[in-house]
C-alpha cells in the first residue's frame, strides 16, 4: 500500500475579524464550505487522509461540510491556541493505525481554501526527498517600511522578503518533537515552520502561489469569489532554500 499522508487542517479559530454566526471555515464559497474545499485542495495534491482541527462543540457544523471529502475525514477538538490546536492534530494521527506510521504530514489554514494542487505536490515531494519542514512562499509586492519607536521610517529591501502561505510540510518525527520542545519551553510561535526553526531544524521554501490567500475578513471572501473566476495563472519561481 501506498505511504499514507495526512495533513492537520486547522480550523479551530474562533473568527473574530470575519465576524457571522457560523465559524469562518464552514461559510460558503462557490456553494461549499470553506474548509472542504480546503481539504479538496489537499486531496487533489497527494494528501490521503485529513485530520481537521474544529472549535469545541463545532461537530454539527463541520460534519455536514465535510460529508462528501474525497478523503477520510477525522474531526479533532482544539485547544485555545493554534500550537496546541495542531498538537492535537498530530496526536489524532499517531493514535489512529492507518496513520501512525506516516513519515509525511501537512499542516494547512482550512481558510486558505484556493491553494493549487501542485503547491500541494511540491511541498509533499520536498519532504519525501529529505527535507525536514518545508512551506510553499511568494516573493512581496508592496513596497515596505519599518517603522521605528521614534517613528522614523526605515525602507525594507522587498526583494529578500517572502510571504510564507501554507500547507506547510513536515517529517512527521520532527513536526512533533518540535512541537514538545516549544510547549516545554513555551515558545510561541505564528506558523509550524517556525516552530520547527525555533527546535533547531533547518526549514526551507518551495514554489507557492498568489492565488492561495488566507481569508480573514469579508473582503477577503469577496476576492477568493472573484479569483474563482480568473484563469489560473502561473506562480512565481522560488528556488528551495535549505
Request: aromatic share 2%; hydrophobic share 45%.
Amino acid at each position: 500500500m501506498p505511504e499514507p499522508v495526512p495533513v492537520v487542517v486547522v480550523a479551530a479559530g474562533r473568527g473574530v475579524r470575519f465576524g457571522g454566526p457560523v465559524p469562518k471555515p464552514v461559510t460558503t464559497l462557490a456553494g461549499k464550505a470553506v474548509v472542504a474545499i480546503s481539504v479538496e485542495a489537499m486531496a487533489a495534491g497527494g494528501c490521503t487522509h485529513a485530520v481537521v482541527v474544529i472549535p469545541r462543540n463545532g461537530e454539527h457544523h463541520f460534519q455536514p461540510a465535510l460529508a462528501g471529502s474525497p478523503i477520510p475525514v477525522t474531526l479533532v477538538e482544539g485547544d485555545e491556541t493554534r500550537q496546541a490546536s495542531v498538537r492535537r492534530g498530530i496526536e489524532a494521527i499517531r493514535m489512529d493505525p492507518a496513520l501512525r506510521e506516516a513519515r509525511v504530514v501537512l499542516v494547512h489554514d482550512a481558510v486558505r481554501p484556493l491553494v493549487p494542487a501542485p503547491v500541494v505536490a511540491r511541498v509533499i515531494q520536498a519532504i519525501g526527498e529529505g527535507a525536514v519542514a518545508v512551506a510553499p512562499a511568494i516573493p512581496v509586492a508592496d513596497s515596505i517600511r519599518e517603522e521605528a519607536p521614534d517613528g522614523r521610517l526605515t525602507v525594507v529591501d522587498r526583494d529578500r522578503l517572502r510571504a510564507v502561505q501554507t500547507p506547510q510540510g513536515f517529517d512527521l518525527g520532527v513536526l512533533e518533537a518540535s512541537h514538545g520542545y516549544a510547549a516545554e519551553q513555551q515558545i510561541e510561535c505564528t506558523d509550524d515552520l517556525s516552530v520547527c526553526e525555533a527546535a533547531g531544524y533547518p526549514v526551507g521554501l518551495v514554489e507557492g502561489a498568489t492565488t492561495a490567500l488566507k481569508i480573514t475578513s469579508a473582503t477577503d471572501l469577496d476576492l477568493a469569489h472573484a479569483l474563482l473566476k480568473l484563469p489560473a495563472e502561473p506562480a512565481p519561481v522560488i528556488r528551495s532554500q535549505g
